[in-house]
């Protein structure tokens, strides 16, 4: 017996019926809105979505419970069901369309497109999209659902009135005018029709009706096309073009229509925006229209503004309507790509290279690197905060003229200046009339004061807007010429001040500002007189400490602004300090990026006046020396722990902290430090970040950063000159460049022998064996791993260290190659159990792979694939991007081997697809190796087959590679 349908009507008031008894829908406020969410988006919404979407302005515990709470009163007030309404995928929840229900807005959407359903369409319509729901959210589809009614309305009215139709295109109109009394161009489908049908006297009629209706309650006359067809109706005159039906009608996209008209979203990254967005939607359908069509001419705009008209927030929001709504027209993807913590233009390809996934290079060999990855691809970026990097702007040029399908979205303070370029002006919030303010309700309305309120609201619950405050909030407002920063920074303050106490304030500051800041550029003025006025209102030691806390420009720790910015008497207050200048919207709570302590980051524009500040500071050289004091100090403890069981906690922190350690290094390998100095930046990178730019395959950002500490090593001690060669040397052999690394090898192998530096010989003896091996040379690279494998043991008293598997490691790989398989698994058996005995992740990663290679030699296929998975498991684990290459080229080996040819040649595809991403070389051997396999594979497969094969692979990103590895048996 089937189970009864669920049918669900949101157009009117909600009403539900289930087995032809209505049900009552007795909930929680926000359960009806959250039921509505789920059906009008039929797709998995992540469920911090749902809680921040409908509570942002709580915390994020607190916005879970509600969300557990609501999800249990919907399922408390939904009948009992054999199918869930609403399931849950991991992380996400989704209404289930595989549930026994019928919903009228579903069926609306999917019969308006159908001529002989549109009756069947419009007959469900029966009123608005829930009217009595309240929130921002459902406007976008409450109208968009209204558009689409009007539309077929219209186009059915004329459909039937050219077949001779007249008194249904009468019928239709009269239906539609109900729903919307004040739509002209419905007015004029029912004069004409009536006139057409005979009905003269009914024509004019309801045109004097409509007239004398306009004039009673709006005080204004008919359009004058209207008041054109009624004289044309007076004087009994033809009416031309009557009969043609209107072009196939355009219908309002959305992202998930139907479920079966669901597809996955493209690729990309953009965030979801945790609140709504106010008074910007003709700027929004204006910005849409430019960029966002299949056909647009524009390819590069800019929206430009004064700091702080909310640029950032409009590009955000036309960003993730292009995902939701209109993702056909960017199938590679959207990916809005912050650029306000750079602090160097030459940082700007490399950030756009990174969030696309392609390989990090020196500036103009990674110009011709994007143009591969981009020139077939339909792209849209978004690059947020452009106006401090402009010396990059002829590179993007140059990547839009060899990409014909990448589009640039740009914020900025100025026009960039390419041609092409499309500038949009992102003007302030509209403001009401100081002199004519309306009633309170009306004054709520204007985008400026509803901002104004949601923020007061924000930082006093108690915050409402009534007609004693509205003329003072409106004055602030005007004040501060609706800019959306300025207006978020004033009210604020409404947690200690009213809004009268705000605005005498305000007032002063301006006047004295004003007078005194004629110099600056005129697009500061409005801006800095907000962000001053607030940077007055604070204490001296916030002040400081505000100033100095732009030396952290991807954001800060509690810790680091106790060390770095306050003495250690006072460093245990930086957390009060901290959250008083986040009370006060100085600064923001980064929870994406907090883990062990608060974490804290500032708003561009006021981290640009806080850089002003501190270049005034006395102590600024000391400062510099504090912070990378303290990154050099981390680093050391970086060094150990990304040996053993805490790797993915340093590499997090090195992720996090990434743009505060290349503004340290910028500051370290500078001409003009000192030896101290310059060793605070080589212990950032030769304790750290070598090994962290290795494992995410940024071998050239590494080498660049080596370049300018070579500039410099004459100023070195012997030393950290030993390690900086060591490491350039490696990664040339990582990016095939065996003569640079033997040269670098064998020079400082020479002098360490001459200065008896036993460590140093043994590391460099590594190397050569290293460059030996690449190039085939086993019988070589056996000699210097030997040799250095004695040395480790003098080194280490006997016992095992680090550096002696590594190169015991090494010699296993060796005697692979060599055919001594036993001698090599023993080998590679000890160095497992070590890296074991340490938690070494990485290593046991490594291990487990020269393991599995040999495996798979031996035809002990199984085994071998389970080493290959467990060891690419840990490399995914830890983002070991360079080791998950190595890893997918070894399994891809053995599937050939096992005559598994299809597996073989999509595995060599992505392998082959990542080395070039990541610049990264493997040895010669391997590289024959991998040629031969595919030659082979293409013969036995044949050409069609090896095609498709290798497609499945070239497809794959470096997420859905490793997945794919995992998945095959």
Not at 286 to 309: E, H, N, P, S, Y
Not at 769 to 783: F, I, P, R, W
Request: charge should be negative.
């Amino acid at each position: 017996m089937p189970l009864p349908l669920l049918h669900i009507h949101l157009f009117g008031n909600l009403r539900l019926v289930y087995g032809a008894k209505a049900l009552p829908f007795n909930a929680l406020p926000k359960t009806l809105p959250l039921f509505a969410y789920l059906l009008l988006n039929r797709g998995p919404i992540p469920r911090d979505a749902l809680a921040f979407t409908f509570w942002p302005d709580v915390d994020e515990s607190e916005a879970r419970a509600n969300l557990r709470r609501h999800l249990y009163d919907l399922r408390r007030v939904l009948p009992e069901s054999a199918e869930e309404w609403v399931t849950r995928e991991g992380q996400t929840l989704r209404w289930n369309t595989d549930a026994p229900y019928w919903l009228d807005v579903e069926a609306f959407e999917r019969y308006c497109p159908e001529p002989a359903r549109m009756d069947e369409a419009l007959s469900l319509y029966t009123g608005d999209l829930l009217p009595e729901v309240y929130e921002d959210w459902l406007d976008f589809d409450r109208q968009r659902l209204r558009t689409l009614y009007f539309s077929t309305a219209g186009h059915l009215i004329a459909t039937h009135r050219a077949a001779g139709h007249f008194e249904t295109a009468i019928t239709i109109a009269e239906q539609a005018l109900r729903q919307d009394p004040w739509r002209e161009d419905l007015l004029g489908d029912l004069i004409l029709s009536r006139y057409l049908s005979g009905d003269r006297p009914g024509a004019l009629q309801a045109y004097q009706a409509f007239k004398k209706r306009l004039g009673e309650e709006l005080n204004i006359q008919p359009m004058p096309e209207t008041t054109k067809l009624y004289e044309t109706v007076m004087r009994g005159e033809p009416v031309a073009g009557y009969e043609t039906v209107p072009p196939e009608m355009p219908l309002p996209a959305r992202g998930r229509a139907t479920p079966g008209d669901r597809r996955p979203l493209p690729p990309g990254a953009v965030p979801v925006p945790l609140k709504p967005i106010l008074g910007r939607e003709k700027e929004i359908a204006a910005i849409l229209d430019l960029i966002g069509q299949q056909k647009a001419v524009t390819r590069l705009l800019t929206l430009t503004g004064t700091a702080g008209t909310g640029k950032t927030r409009l590009a955000l929001e036309i960003a993730t309507r292009l995902v939701q709504e209109r993702a056909e027209v960017f199938p590679d993807g959207v990916f809005f790509i912050p650029l306000a913590s750079l602090t160097r233009a030459d940082l700007v390809l490399p950030t756009i290279a990174t969030a696309l996934g392609v390989k990090l290079s020196d500036s103009t060999g990674l110009v011709q690197a994007l143009v591969n990855d981009l020139r077939y691809k339909q792209v849209l970026l978004v690059l947020d905060n452009l106006e401090h990097l402009m010396e990059a702007v002829a590179q993007l040029g140059e990547l839009l003229n060899a990409a014909a399908g990448l589009r640039v979205m740009a914020t900025s303070q100025a026009a960039l200046r390419l041609y092409g370029e499309r500038e949009y002006p992102v003007r302030p919030l509209g403001l009401p009339e100081v002199g004519k303010l309306p009633d309170v309700e009306a004054l709520g309305a204007y985008p400026s004061v509803a901002l104004f309120v949601e923020t007061a609201r924000a930082a006093n619950p108690h915050f409402a807007l009534n007609s004693d405050n509205g003329e003072d909030v409106a004055r602030i407002c005007a004040q501060l010429d609706g800019l959306p920063l300025a207006i978020e920074l004033a009210a604020a303050r409404t947690r200690i001040l009213s809004p009268a106490g705000l605005l005498d304030q305000l007032a002063t500051r301006l006047d004295i500002l004003t007078n005194r800041s004629r110099d600056v550029p005129e697009r500061h003025r409005t801006l800095r007189s907000a962000v001053e006025w607030s940077y007055n209102l604070m204490a001296e030691e916030e002040k400081k400490v505000f100033a100095r806390l732009a030396i952290f420009p991807g954001g800060f720790s509690s810790d680091a602004v106790g060390e770095v910015l306050m003495t250690p008497e006072t460093a245990h207050l930086a957390l009060d300090l901290l959250e008083l200048l986040a009370e006060k919207n100085i600064i923001q709570p980064d929870l994406a990026k907090a883990e062990d302590q608060p974490r804290f980051f500032m708003l561009a524009t006021l981290q640009n006046y806080a850089r002003e500040r501190l270049l005034l500071d006395p102590e600024l050289p000391a400062l510099y020396r504090g912070r990378a004091g303290y990154y050099a100090r981390l680093a050391d403890q970086a060094e150990n722990g990304l040996l053993g069981a805490e790797q993915s906690r340093w590499l997090a922190w090195i992720e996090v902290e990434e743009n505060n350690l290349r503004e340290t290094l910028d500051w370290a390998f500078r001409p003009e430090r000192e030896e101290d100095e310059m060793e605070l930046g080589m212990r950032l990178v030769s304790n750290a970040l070598a090994r962290y730019w290795k494992m995410r395959g940024r071998l050239d950002e590494g080498q660049s950063w080596f370049r300018r500490a070579r500039e410099q090593s004459s100023r070195l001690s012997r030393n950290w000159q030993k390690k900086l060669a060591q490491h350039t040397a490696a990664f040339c052999v990582w990016q095939g460049d065996y003569d640079a690394a033997r040269k670098y090898y064998e020079e400082e192998y020479a002098l360490a022998l001459m200065e008896g530096d036993d460590k140093a010989r043994a590391n460099f003896l590594q190397g050569l064996g290293l460059v030996a091996g690449h190039l085939s040379d086993y019988s070589l690279a056996e000699k210097y791993f030997v040799e250095a494998i004695a040395l480790e043991r003098v080194l280490s008293n006997g016992e095992t260290s680090y550096n002696l598997t590594v190169a015991l490691n090494n010699l296993g790989i060796v005697y692979r190659h060599l055919g001594n398989y036993v001698q090599a698994i023993q080998i590679q058996q000890e160095v497992l159990a070590y890296r074991r005995e340490q938690a070494d992740y990485l290593g046991q990663a490594s291990a487990l792979s020269n393991i599995a290679t040999l495996e798979g030699l031996q035809a002990q296929y199984e085994i071998a694939l389970q080493h290959f998975q467990e060891s690419l498991k840990i490399r995914q684990e830890l983002g070991d991007h360079l080791g998950v290459v190595i890893c997918l080229g070894g399994m891809a080996s053995m599937f050939y081997h096992r005559e598994h040819f299809e597996q073989a040649v999509s595995l060599y595809s992505i392998t082959r697809k990542l080395r070039q991403q990541f610049n990264y070389q493997s040895s010669i051997e391997t590289r024959f190796e991998e040629m031969h396999d595919l030659d082979l594979s293409r013969r036995r497969l044949g050409e069609a087959a090896y095609a498709t094969a290798w497609e499945v692979g070239a497809r794959l990103s470096l997420e859905s590679a490793m997945a794919y590895a995992l998945s095959l048996t």
